[in-house]
Structure formats: structure tokens, C-alpha cells
């Protein structure tokens, strides 16, 4: 998949995506730091942290997302897309009131995509709303953007394998956060698949590694900084790398903008 061929300074890779954040736990200094660096979108997703003890306390954080991190955001030049959606560690609430809001966020192009859902521990309550969500989709036509856990992900990665196309076409989902032990196991779906890099999960090698033997056509770039140890330059350095190591343009566009303008009508 590669092909040497030596910088060229007319790349358009310098215009980048990253196509998976929470920008509720993010600084204005981070969202800056990204814009400089070539980021001019982001897609911000929904995950609580915290035990929740009501949903309304899940609705109105992800109000805050919608409302007040996209403003946040352009402050600093960094345009924000949401995607909204129950969380796997969120699924212990009553989720119809959240699921009433989702109809309206679709209905009035609020939101991109469903998201981020998915399963964690793969319990009862997890499944079933993860299931809700994909319906949900389904009836709308929206995009779904799926988590995978650190731990047990070949187990938890193969569940949600069998259960996306019960409910929706495998064309409208990413499955997120694969990494090289797992890629193989999702590289023949038809759902598009999303490389997280960042500290304690993947750096930009190991995706580079993923790219050269898998293409180009099926990926997306994202940090998926959070709470949690992140990277907020993340995207863009593996795209530098790259182009360092002399990818084609055609091919480092791809995962740095094209295919998540294709996938999610950007």
C-alpha cells in the first residue's frame, strides 16, 4: 500500500479531521493547539464519566455538549460536529427520555451521528439500549459511531460484529478504537473503522502498520481525548508521519479528511 514517492508540498493533508473527542473534558487551550496544527473539524461524542443516579443528569450533559463545548470550540476556531447517544457506562439510567431527544436532535440536523455507543461488560442493559440505538438508526438513516473497550475487546468486538447488521446496514457504522490484535477481525464487515491513536491505546506507528497492510479506504483518524491520558495532536501527527514517510497525497487525504467528509456528510 505504500508508494515512496517523496514530500510534496501541494498536499492538501494539512486539512484534517479528527473524527473522534470529548470536548467536555477539553480546555480552550487544546482546541487551539488543534486548530493551529491543521485540525479544522472535530466530531465531539458523548461519554459520562461518573456514576450516573438519574438521566436527567445525562441529558443535560449532553445539552451542555450540543449547547456550550461547540461554542467553545469556534472560540477557537475549531469547528465541532456532535454526535450524541448513550454511552455503554451510561446505560444504567432510564434512557427513553434520552431517546425521545435523539428523534429531535436527528430531526433538526443537530447531530451527525448516534454516538458514542456500543458495549463495555456486555450486560443485559447494555445490549438493550446498544440495540435501541442501532434501531433508531435504522429508522433514520442516521450514522452510528460504536465504542470497543480496552479490556476483552476481541470478546466484546465479536458480540457487536453479530448484532450491528440485526438492525442496521453495516455501511452506516464505525466501529471505533481498533488497534492491530483486533483489526482482523473487523476488516470484513462493511462498516467503516476507526483508529484511535493515543497514550495507553495505539501510537501512530502501530496505525501506520494497519494502513500499509489494510489501505486507506476503510479508516478514520481520531484522538479520543478525553479524561482520560490523551493526545489532542494526535491526528496530526500521524499524518506528518505520513507524509514523512512518503504515502501519497491521494492515499494520507483519505483518513485525514475525505473519508469521514464521505461517511458523515460533512
Known amino acids: 500500500m505504500k508508494n515512496i514517492i517523496g514530500l510534496d508540498k501541494s498536499s492538501n493533508s494539512d486539512k484534517m479531521i479528527d473524527t473522534h473527542m470529548h470536548a467536555d473534558a477539553r480546555s480552550g487551550e487544546d482546541f487551539e493547539k488543534m486548530f493551529l496544527a491543521g485540525i479544522d473539524t472535530a466530531i465531539t461524542c458523548s461519554y459520562y464519566p461518573y456514576k450516573i443516579p438519574h438521566e436527567m443528569i445525562l441529558l443535560n450533559h449532553l445539552n451542555r455538549i450540543l449547547e456550550l463545548d461547540t461554542k467553545r470550540a469556534m472560540e477557537h476556531g475549531l469547528e465541532l460536529k456532535v454526535a450524541l447517544g448513550i454511552h455503554p457506562t451510561n446505560s444504567n439510567v432510564n434512557p427513553e427520555i434520552i431517546f425521545d431527544e435523539l428523534y429531535k436532535w436527528i430531526e433538526t440536523d443537530?447531530?451527525?451521528?448516534?454516538?458514542?455507543?456500543g458495549l463495555e461488560d456486555l450486560t443485559d442493559s447494555e445490549i438493550s439500549v446498544f440495540e435501541r440505538q442501532l434501531d433508531i438508526a435504522n429508522e433514520t438513516k442516521s450514522k452510528v459511531i460504536i465504542h470497543t473497550p480496552r479490556r476483552n475487546k476481541r470478546e466484546v468486538l465479536k458480540r457487536i460484529?453479530?448484532?450491528?447488521?440485526?438492525?442496521?446496514?453495516?455501511?452506516?457504522?464505525?466501529?471505533?478504537?481498533?488497534?492491530?490484535?483486533?483489526?482482523?477481525?473487523?476488516?470484513?464487515?462493511?462498516?467503516?473503522?476507526?483508529?484511535?491513536?493515543?497514550?495507553?491505546?495505539?501510537?501512530?506507528?502501530?496505525?501506520?502498520?494497519?494502513?500499509?497492510?489494510?489501505?486507506?479506504?476503510?479508516?478514520?483518524?481520531?484522538?479520543?481525548?478525553?479524561?482520560?491520558?490523551?493526545?489532542?495532536?494526535?491526528?496530526?501527527?500521524?499524518?506528518?508521519?505520513?507524509?514523512?514517510?512518503g504515502y501519497e497525497n491521494k492515499e494520507i487525504e483519505k483518513v485525514s479528511s475525505l473519508n469521514a467528509k464521505e461517511f458523515f456528510r460533512l
Open 161 to 245: 460484529l453479530e448484532i450491528v447488521p440485526q438492525h442496521i446496514e453495516e455501511s452506516q457504522a464505525v466501529i471505533d478504537h481498533i488497534n492491530p490484535e483486533v483489526v482482523c477481525d473487523a476488516i470484513d464487515s462493511d462498516c467503516m473503522l476507526g483508529l484511535t491513536v493515543q497514550p495507553q491505546k495505539m501510537d501512530e506507528f502501530e496505525a501506520i502498520s494497519i494502513l500499509d497492510e489494510y489501505g486507506f479506504d476503510r479508516f478514520l483518524l481520531n484522538s479520543d481525548i478525553s479524561n482520560k491520558p490523551s493526545d489532542p495532536l494526535s491526528v496530526p501527527k500521524t499524518v506528518r508521519e505520513l507524509v514523512r514517510k
Open 110 to 117: 443537530q447531530i451527525v451521528a448516534i454516538g458514542e455507543i
